[in-house]
Structure formats: structure tokens, C-alpha cells
């Protein structure tokens, strides 16, 4: 099962009047995956942080099948993984991936757990503790946690930020058929334009602070994405056309953005 998220009028300032986000109308489709990219600070995260229901709107509204996302939250539908993995230092890893499981009411499939386990990386580690893994390692568990109750709506913030660039090309090429497999709505926050056009179907440019809808752009490549798809002409237009409103968006910098 997936589900849509639309965003209307959603908007955020916070107190002292720093406007994180201007007033965006954004419709996401259910099954379908859509990276968020602008610049540092611009508001990508603030908006996640919205849609997943952690910080209230301060104009508009985001919702998830016409809902609040208290509802899907309520059923353990979506699934959050965040720059900082938020791991519980006395669990190990295979304890943390169990815990989420138990928290979503979600049975523990050993094999399943394990599975996962090994598809990030992390073969041989199911038993370490948090403070004895890198911090590239620590992000990756976070990952796996993440997937394991196999969630309706997957919010990902740089969740590949604190990973070596092998892993990376690895994990982007491994964890998009998980989540598509499972009919996964998706929705990624990163800085990397190639991760963005290798990972989504969507690509949406925000402007610098307050985040304002600089483009929508289309990602119209096959699946599954073979590593090599980033040379391929078409690949490269796609990230030209991101490069290009990224640099618009820089330049519709507002006033207050400074402060």
C-alpha cells in the first residue's frame, strides 16, 4: 500500500520572524519517489520535518491520504531517517532494527532483519553496539531501521551525508528496488544532484530561505538505474536542468534570508 502527501499553502515562520518556508502547493504521488534539493539552510528539511508531522505548520496544511499525518504515524505507516541516526547507544544494531519492528507492531523476521542487515553494509555487525561503528555505519543502521516496517511513506534527510562515496553508489543502487518493490511513496532531502537524478521520478528545486518551488523536473530514466546511467546523455540533461534552477533559485534570495 502507498499513499500521496499534498502540501497546501504549507508554509513556516519561526519565532522572531525567520520565514523557514513560503507558502508551497506540492502534490506527491503515491508510489513514486521525489527528491527535494535546494540550498544549505533553504528549508528542504523543515518541510520533511512537516509532512512526517514533527513540527506544526505555521500557515497551510500537508497531509497524507487527505489525513493528518497523526494518522498514518498512529498506524506505523511512515518511516523517518534522519542525518543523525538516533540509534539507542545500549542496543545493538539488530536491537535497534527490533525495537522499531516492535514499536510499529510489526512481527521480527529474523531472516528479514538479517537481510536488510547485509544489504547496507553492515554483514557482521548485528551485534556491535552503536559507539563501536562509524559514524557512515551508525547512518546505514538508521537506514535498515528505517525500511524494516516496511512503511507506507519514507522520509529520508541525507541519509547517505555521512557515507563513503563507494557505499553510497551501492546503497542508491540497492534500496530503490526495496522501496518500489513494496509500492513505497518516497520522499529523499539531499545536496547531491547526482544522487537525486539516479535515486528519483521527481526532482523538486527550492529556492534559497524561504524555501519557494523553483522547478519540478521530471526524471524520465528506465528502472532499475545501472551505476553507469550517470555518463548517459540523458542523465546529464537532467542534472544540467537541476544545476540550472539551483542557480536561479540562489538568485531569488529574499531579504530576510539573512537573518
Same mark, same amino acid.
Request: glycine residues 6%.
Given at each position: 500500500m502507498s499513499v500521496s502527501v499534498a502540501c497546501k499553502g504549507l508554509a513556516k515562520t519561526y519565532p522572531g520572524g525567520v520565514e523557514a518556508v513560503a507558502?508551497?502547493?506540492?502534490?506527491?504521488?503515491?508510489?513514486?519517489?521525489?527528491?527535494?534539493?535546494?540550498?544549505?539552510?533553504?528549508?528542504?528539511?523543515?518541510?520533511?520535518?512537516?509532512?512526517?508531522?514533527?513540527e506544526a505548520p505555521s500557515r497551510g496544511s500537508a497531509t497524507i491520504d487527505d489525513a493528518p499525518p497523526a494518522e498514518t504515524l498512529r498506524r506505523a505507516g511512515l518511516s523517518i531517517a534522519f542525518q543523525d541516526p538516533s540509534l539507542l547507544p545500549w542496543r545493538s544494531v539488530?536491537?535497534?532494527?527490533?525495537?522499531?519492528?516492535?514499536? @510499529? /507492531?510489526? &512481527?521480527?523476521?529474523?531472516?528479514?532483519? !538479517?537481510?536488510?542487515?547485509?544489504?547496507?553494509?553492515? *554483514?557482521g555487525f548485528a551485534d556491535t553496539r552503536p559507539a563501536a561503528l562509524s559514524g557512515g555505519m551508525r547512518q546505514r543502521a538508521a537506514i535498515a531501521r528505517a525500511l524494516s516496517t516496511q512503511p507506507e511513506l519514507l522520509l529520508l534527510d541525507e541519509p547517505f551525508g555521512a557515507v563513503d562515496e563507494l557505499t553510497r553508489a551501492q546503497l542508491a543502487h540497492d534500496l530503490p528496488g526495496i522501496w518500489e518493490a513494496r509500492d513505497t511513496?518516497?520522499?529523499?532531502?539531499?545536496?547531491?544532484?547526482?544522487?537525486?537524478?539516479?535515486?528519483?521520478?521527481?526532482?523538486?528545486?527550492?529556492?534559497?530561505?524561504?524555501?519557494?518551488?523553483?522547478?519540478?523536473?521530471?526524471?524520465?530514466?528506465?528502472?532499475?538505474?545501472?551505476?553507469?546511467? @550517470? /555518463?548517459? &546523455?540523458?542523465?546529464?540533461?537532467?542534472? !544540467?536542468?537541476?544545476?540550472?534552477?539551483?542557480?536561479? *533559485?540562489?538568485?531569488?534570495t529574499l531579504p530576510n534570508a539573512a537573518q
Open positions: 507558502p508551497i502547493d506540492l502534490t506527491f504521488q503515491a508510489g513514486k519517489t521525489t527528491a527535494l534539493v535546494g540550498p544549505s539552510g533553504c528549508g528542504k528539511s523543515t518541510v520533511l520535518r512537516m509532512i512526517a508531522g514533527l539488530q536491537q535497534n532494527i527490533e525495537l522499531a519492528l516492535d514499536l @510499529a /507492531r510489526r &512481527p521480527k523476521v529474523a531472516s528479514e532483519i !538479517d537481510q536488510l542487515i547485509q544489504l547496507v553494509g553492515l *554483514g511513496t518516497t520522499l529523499l532531502v539531499t545536496h547531491s544532484v547526482t544522487e537525486a537524478v539516479t535515486l528519483s521520478d521527481r526532482i523538486i528545486v527550492f529556492s534559497a530561505r524561504p524555501a519557494r518551488v523553483v522547478a519540478d523536473i521530471e526524471v524520465d530514466l528506465p528502472r532499475p538505474r545501472p551505476s553507469q546511467i @550517470a /555518463r548517459a &546523455p540523458e542523465f546529464t540533461e537532467i542534472a !544540467d536542468n537541476v544545476f540550472e534552477a539551483l542557480s536561479r *533559485g540562489v538568485g531569488q
